[in-house]
């Protein structure tokens, strides 16, 4: 391997939950680096703002409104990719849902453990499944799924999003295997608390927070750009020899 092994320079990468956050984070480090990208998230006019945004500093990318808890919708949304003749070479999905806390995990609603399976498990699922496909096909691809120290840390109070973020570390490892002998990997970002609209929940909230830190060595939230570093790390091929893996941003709690 020559050059910049760090490089995605000419590569596609289509990230899910893109329109601010952390995903929003990876788009932008993602064009800054030369990289084509595709930003997917529910409501078209803030993606719109967010491409604009990555166009207006000489980056390339289009702005493509889908829903990932709803099969049709991923469903046109390749059809879509197929369309516009953009083939993936990185997918990063990070879209995900985090709703209030409950009082029992035993009273969790349906409604409530369908939506976030849907979104956070289900969608990746079936994501990866349909473009991974085209990857093996092209013989080389990586995909980066966004985890969470919550899969490995239960909360009965968000338990249904730590059983939805265990699952998508399972989806990783299968997927891992099943593609890595076609030149395709698929890895996930375990992340800690970090700084966005999701992440507020637990920074606003003094108390939380200080017990939080309390088993935190680096004693701060992450940034949203610190997870797209790592996340570059995995879409480059710096990480060829990686694969299956679960790689944790989250300031050394699980230390
Ligand atoms: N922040 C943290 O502390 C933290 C920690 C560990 C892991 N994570 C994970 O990191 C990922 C990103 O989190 P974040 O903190 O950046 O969240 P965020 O600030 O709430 O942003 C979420 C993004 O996902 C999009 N989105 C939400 N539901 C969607 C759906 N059904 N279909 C498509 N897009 C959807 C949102 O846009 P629309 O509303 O327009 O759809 C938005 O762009 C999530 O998977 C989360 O679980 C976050």
Not at 141 to 146: C, L, Q, T
Not at 180 to 188: K, L, M
């Amino acid at each position: 391997m020559t050059g910049n092994v760090f490089s995605i320079r000419g590569r596609t990468a289509l990230i899910t939950g893109a329109s601010r956050g952390i995903g929003l984070s990876i788009a932008e480090l993602f064009a800054d680096e030369g990289a084509e990208v595709v930003l997917v998230a529910r409501k078209q006019e803030t993606l719109d703002e967010a491409a604009e945004t990555i166009r207006a500093r000489g980056g390339k990318a289009h702005a493509i409104a889908s829903h990932m808890g709803k099969a049709e919708d991923i469903q046109r949304l390749v059809a879509a990719l197929d369309e516009r003749g953009l083939a993936i070479d990185i997918l990063v999905n990070n879209a995900g849902i985090s709703p209030p806390h409950v009082e029992s995990f035993a009273d969790t609603p349906e409604s409530l453990w369908d939506k976030i399976m849907d979104v956070n498990l289900k969608g990746p699922f079936l994501l990866s499944g349909a473009i991974g496909k085209r990857m093996v096909a092209r013989g080389k691809g990586s995909i980066i799924n966004i985890s969470t120290t919550s899969a490995l840390m239960s909360q009965p109070e968000i338990g249904a999003y730590c059983v939805s973020k265990a699952g998508l570390n399972t989806v990783t490892r299968c997927f891992a295997r099943e593609f890595g002998p076609h030149g395709v990997r698929v890895n996930a970002i375990s992340a800690g608390v970090i700084r966005t609209v999701m992440g507020d929940h637990t920074l606003n909230d003094p108390e939380r927070y200080a017990d939080m830190m309390k088993i935190n060595p680096l004693k701060r939230a992450g940034l949203p750009e610190e997870v797209a570093n790592a996340v570059l790390f995995f879409a480059s091929d710096a990480s060829s020899y990686s694969t299956g893996t679960i790689f944790q941003v989250d300031g050394g709690v699980l230390s």
